[in-house]
């Protein structure tokens, strides 16, 4: 098996409380695998266990296919992972000697060190404090150096912390595509925390998803934001609109559900007669004025009237009542073509693969 | 070097017990030296409480004693702790008091000014340290038949200097030996109001502690102090120490003298 | 209060004439008190660390018990040293009593406890994740204490200036155990308990102030480097 | 050893005994220096926490001098606070000299500047933005100094601990200025000097294992209150 | 005048580099706020200054129009107002007792103090946690403590620096949700930085924008966004295609614009010859595929290729080659719709107010 790093039956208890729980958890060479999950899932805490820094109270975590027991077999898994800390704690020292930290650790020789240190630096835009006291730097300014001084150690395995939370979009962006190469082209193995779905989506070849110190799922993310394995997966990974319905017929795959009286057209293999919870996100719902012409292929064409508009970003998430509520998420180019207003009627459109059947 | 464990062989070393009122007027800091050059051996002086320099005796941490407390001594001897005990020299305690006198014993034969100071509840400032001028006016009550006790009777619980300085603080009255109070007299307040009496002589002995307790004693060189203190050139020495400083010598040789 | 004048008039003059055995007495006083800092400083740190740093039933009484040692009486160290180094005593064999070697000894006993508690005050205070990120980035453990020593400077300092102070400046111990011989272990305090015994005021506030002075330029020394760099 | 164990031994009887004149003694101990650090406190940890918190010129230097006063020698003290109290000094007419309020100046003399000293510490070493975070919370100054006196309050109770140690093990200075005078200023120490001057060991070691022991149990309680709720 | 918080000619230097430099800025009471900018830019010092912690150099802040001086001065206007660090620093106590520990300053009573400490544990989701040490919490945990901190003294301004870095995408909805009707309802007027576009959109009745201790532009969100007084702010709030022309002829505030030998129309007052900054953000740009019917009212449509398609969350940026790049923002569903793939060829559209001048 060519996994680097991997832990079996963990648990991580502080007095009665269980931190951690995750039977079995593996990360592939040169994989990404991204992790997210409500504050104080215990996403920070599997980080340590697996960076060597906690020891759990039980549980073995492998490294490169070994169980990593003794000290000296910590230190030698430690001098090969380097982690990026939700809070970035650097030490009273200039930046520069912050970010040579890790390399003087393994007693590199000085030339290298200055070379990959300000070459790190450079990259994270902040060659310009290199001689500054750590303590004098921004919020953002500490994260980019706390990255640099991991990204600087060329490890194999990468383990990042909300590693972007206090930078500015546009270090950001460079910064994740940047990175993405990086990770890529040297096959590191990586996990990475983040809050941020468009980053777990555009980074993780898996995502974990956790919860209450366990994982709910580990999938390819079109699988964790597409077919969520429970109520709970759905809610945290933005499934806004969570029907209960009941199997009325079934279609070879293709379901006819009844949600509160109204019949939907569902994909799934459940029998007639099985309770079920339908997870539509709001990016499947495509809104249409009544005079409209129906477009597209949507199966399901439920007719509404506008509750709320809600600003997001760029975009508006507007919220419907069809008898039930149902989300959609609308650009500002449609809602401005359709001229939509609250109180307007509308009719949802989408597809039966749209939406996602989970058992209730 | 210094700090390496007893600079060159430890035969070599003599470990001198005494008490401070030898080394606080500065007569060791005159002999010593002088014997160390006329013999070779270094000697460690150890100033200390009478008792505590016959109780390192006792348990052979000394090679050799300098102390005044006759009847302690004596006690030592019979123990079998010394060996050679040697009267060296003498000088003499005073009874030291305000100038104002306020218990009126200035000239007083000594056993009559204690029972003044007693009846008048005059302070008297005791060292209460157990050394011998402790020893020394313990007794002297005891000849004059009071059993001090009570507020005007202040158990200072500490060496000659210290108790010279309180009772000059509380303008009390004291028994201090010569030496101590002419060489701390410049910043005191306080007379010598009974002296030259038979019963307030202090006598100095040498004694060698009994090689036979230990090993690790340096007879030799405890032998070999003795023999210096007691040599007429010491003697002459000691005859004349304090004659330039305080105009009158400090201590009478005795050496040879019974008493 | 002339008095005082007087003595540091006379201080004065006993440095700018160089008095050799007021030299060789501040000399010792410092070799003495330097090694004994210097001693307790390396068994002190690594034990006040790991007290720090450790979780262990009873490490609570073994804090207590070094906190006592922060008040253990000189006069007591003193005592049990000498009853240690006596010739009846089990290192009796070893003829150091009354040697500056012994007077390392007491000191350090009166050091090392101040070194230890302090430090681990001071290593506990600091935020226990830093303690992570610093493994994290692959130190080993003498790499992890040496950064978190650098980290905690300010109260090590202030722990070593405490401890020097101490032992500089007490005179109970080095009394009992070095016997204040003339010209082997005279130090500055003790010198300066004869001279006031003998009623030498102004020579004891003379060798005071120079106690003093010396105290003064070695904390000085030490705080300049505590204090660089600012408050953080 | 045998002084140890025989010390050990008469230590039990003459607690048990219930000796009064011990009692009276141990109870002056306590008195005097509880009062010095209570005093030394009320003075030190303001004066350490403006010292830590503000930035003016010489900063450094009057650091450098509160560190140095950790140094002060104790004889040097005594020596100083006796001249200020003698009938012929300054404060003479107070007749404070060889009474408990003598010992506690000059304990307070020692203990104060280790209290300011370790304080300044403790409180720099705090990060700065805590400060700013407090103050935001409307905290005025008595409320800011108060919290970050809690934050800090390991190394600041490692400090109490090592300002009391200090002076209840005190001994050159308490014996000058208090004259050791049985009934009025005799203390643990000044006791213990008196019995191994007087050749007693035995006692002299009692009297040092109730002195340990008391400093034991007061440091007992200050660690557990210290290190309440662990390592953070 | 109502304003509530004030600045004049604010100077805070550090040795040689300037921190922050305003001349002028204000917040009206009941107002929101919003200000962004990239890490170093200076927002936090403003914030602290603001908050009167710490002294600028030179300048004077006025709280309800009085210039604040004194010490006392100073804790008045202290006790009015709520700040939220970038980080959060807890003290070492219990959760409630943190939470708890501004209204003890001000020496309200007890059973005012239990019942406000745990309503906004409550709303915050942290009631369970009232007890735990607040060394324990979780990042996301700790950063919600410090919001309780601050929002249970109803200060008459709030103060917030990065408040919601940490928190996980579902708690964040609620609590900015919640957090606009107090804000809305409480008349609390208020400044907040962020990173995140859609935070600042949503939240704030103005947005400044700072760049290198300065600000750079202030204005309604909709103005800072749609039309940047600056390239620098420009870039910074996310127009990617930013082309440098030159106006060719101007017809009553409908001009022609020479960009690299192609003529696009754009709103702007600008004479003929004048050399501009054309400002397009990717939401403005929809895409059509070579057979589609043209819609909509774009006046530009430039033919170009599909460079790359880089995803963003659910939706995708879409980078075209028109001779010179443009970038145009696409839902999954457009996609899919369109089949997009790189190289093939599309026509960019977008209108001609859609595009922003800026003079050169
Ligand atoms: N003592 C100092 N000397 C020099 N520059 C300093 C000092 N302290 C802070 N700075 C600089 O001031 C700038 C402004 O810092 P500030 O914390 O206000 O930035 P910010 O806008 O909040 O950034 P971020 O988005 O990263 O939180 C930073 O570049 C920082 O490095
Ligand atoms: N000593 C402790 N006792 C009890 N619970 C603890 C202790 N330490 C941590 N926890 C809890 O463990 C949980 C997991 O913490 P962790 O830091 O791993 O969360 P997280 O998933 O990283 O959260 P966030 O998104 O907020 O960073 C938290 O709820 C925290 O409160
Ligand atoms: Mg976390
Ligand atoms: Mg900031």
Redesign the pocket.
Same mark, same amino acid.
């Given at each position: 098996m060519n996994t680097i790093l991997q832990v079996r039956d963990l648990l991580v208890r502080v007095h009665t409380s269980i931190l951690v729980e995750v039977p079995h958890l593996w990360l592939e060479r040169g994989e990404i695998l991204a992790v997210m999950g409500p504050n104080g899932s215990g996403k920070s805490t599997l980080l340590q266990v697996l960076g060597f820094l906690r020891k759990p109270t039980a549980g073995t975590v492998f490294f490169s296919g070994r169980p990593v027991a003794s000290r000296r077999d910590g230190l030698l898994a430690r001098r090969q992972i380097a982690m990026v800390f939700q809070e970035p704690l650097l030490c009273q020292a200039s930046v520069f000697a912050n970010v040579a930290m890790g390399l003087r650790f393994r007693k590199l020789p000085g030339s290298t060190v200055t070379t990959e240190v300000n070459r790190w630096l450079e990259r994270l835009g902040i060659l310009h $404090?290199a001689d500054?006291p750590a303590q004098? $730097?921004? %919020? %953002?300014?500490a994260q980019r150096a706390s990255l640099a001084r991991a990204l600087v150690l060329k490890p194999a395995v990468l383990l990042l912390d909300e590693p972007f939370s206090?930078l500015?979009p546009q270090i950001k962006e460079v910064l994740i595509e940047d990175l993405y190469e990086i990770l890529r082209h040297e096959e590191l193995s990586t996990i990475f925390v983040t809050h941020d779905h468009s980053e777990a989506l555009r980074l993780g070849d898996r995502i974990a998803v956790m919860g209450n110190g366990r994982i709910l799922q580990v999938d390819t993310p079109q699988k964790v934001f597409g077919m969520p394995s429970s109520e709970q997966v759905a809610l945290f990974t933005g499934v806004e609109t969570i029907l209960p319905g009941t199997i009325v017929e079934q279609r070879e795959g293709l379901a006819l559900v009844d949600v509160r009286g109204k019949r939907l057209e569902a994909v799934t293999q459940a029998s007639p007669g099985e309770r079920v919870l339908l997870c539509l996100r709001p990016e499947e719902v495509s809104l249409m004025g009544p005079n409209q012409i129906r477009t597209g292929t949507a199966r399901n064409l439920l007719p509404g009237v506008v509750e709320r508009i809600i600003p997001s970003g760029f975009h508006f998430r507007v919220v419907l009542d069809c008898g039930f509520q149902i989300v959609a998420f609308v650009t500002r180019q449609s809602r401005d073509e359709m001229n939509l207003k609250e109180g307007d009627p509308v009719t949802a459109a989408f597809k039966a693969s749209g939406i996602h059947v989970i058992p209730r | 070097t210094a700090l390496s464990p007893a600079a060159g062989a430890s035969g070599k070393n003599v470990i001198l017990a005494t008490t401070t009122s030898t080394q606080d007027t500065g007569l060791l800091d005159v002999l010593v030296p002088l014997f160390e050059k006329k013999t070779g051996y270094l000697v460690k002086t150890i100033a200390v409480g009478t008792g505590e320099a016959l109780a390192m005796g006792e348990r052979g941490e000394a090679d050799v004693l300098l102390v005044h407390a006759p009847a302690s001594e004596e006690k030592f001897m019979a123990a079998g702790h010394g060996i050679n005990r040697k009267p060296v020299m003498h000088n003499d305690f005073v009874l030291v008091g305000p100038a104002a006198d306020p218990a009126r014993i200035m000239g007083l034969p000594l056993a009559e000014a204690l029972g003044k100071i007693a009846s008048a509840k005059a302070i008297f400032v005791s060292r209460g340290d157990d050394s011998g001028t402790h020893k020394m006016e313990k007794k002297l009550w005891k000849e004059a038949k009071i059993t001090p006790s009570g507020n005007w009777y202040v158990d200072a619980g500490q060496g000659m200097g210290e108790t010279l300085r309180i009772s000059d603080q509380k303008q009390a009255y004291t028994i201090s030996d010569r030496g101590t109070y002419l060489a701390l007299k410049n910043g005191l307040s306080l007379k010598i109001l009974v002296e030259k009496d038979r019963a307030l002589l202090n006598f100095y002995s040498v004694i060698e502690v009994n090689p036979a307790k230990s090993t690790r004693i340096n007879n030799a060189g405890a032998k070999a102090f003795s023999d210096f203190i007691i040599s007429p050139e010491t003697q002459e020495i000691i005859r004349h120490f304090g004659d330039k400083k305080y105009g009158q010598p400090l201590f009478v040789p005795d050496a040879g003298q019974q008493r | 209060m002339d008095l005082i004048l007087q003595g540091a008039k006379h201080a004065l003059e006993l440095l700018i004439q160089g008095d050799p055995e007021i030299f060789q007495v501040v000399l010792l006083s410092l070799r003495v008190s330097g090694t004994a800092v210097l001693i307790s400083l390396l068994l002190g740190i690594p034990l006040g660390t790991i007290l720090a740093l450790s979780e262990f039933p009873g490490r609570r009484l073994v804090l207590s018990l070094v906190n006592t040692g922060m008040g253990f009486p000189p006069v007591v160290v003193g005592l049990f040293v000498s009853m240690l180094l006596w010739r009846s005593g089990p290192l009796g064999g070893l003829d150091l009593l009354y040697t500056p070697a012994a007077m390392v000894i007491a000191q350090v006993a009166l050091a090392a406890p101040i070194i230890i508690g302090l430090t681990a005050a001071a290593i506990q205070q600091l935020n226990p994740k830093l303690r992570l990120q610093i493994l994290s980035l692959g130190a080993n453990r003498r790499q992890l204490m040496w950064i978190l020593l650098r980290e905690a400077r300010l109260p090590l300092l202030a722990a070593v200036m405490a401890g020097f102070g101490g032992v500089i400046s007490e005179v109970g111990a080095v009394m009992m155990v070095g016997g204040n011989v003339k010209g082997q272990t005279r130090v500055l305090t003790t010198a300066t308990v004869l001279e006031t015994r003998m009623g030498h005021f102004d020579v004891a506030i003379a060798l005071s102030l120079v106690l003093l002075g010396i105290t003064f330029l070695v904390n000085l020394a030490l705080t300049i480097f505590q204090q660089r760099g600012g408050t953080r």
């Open positions: $404090l500054r004098t $730097l921004s %919020g %953002g300014e206090a500015d | - | -």
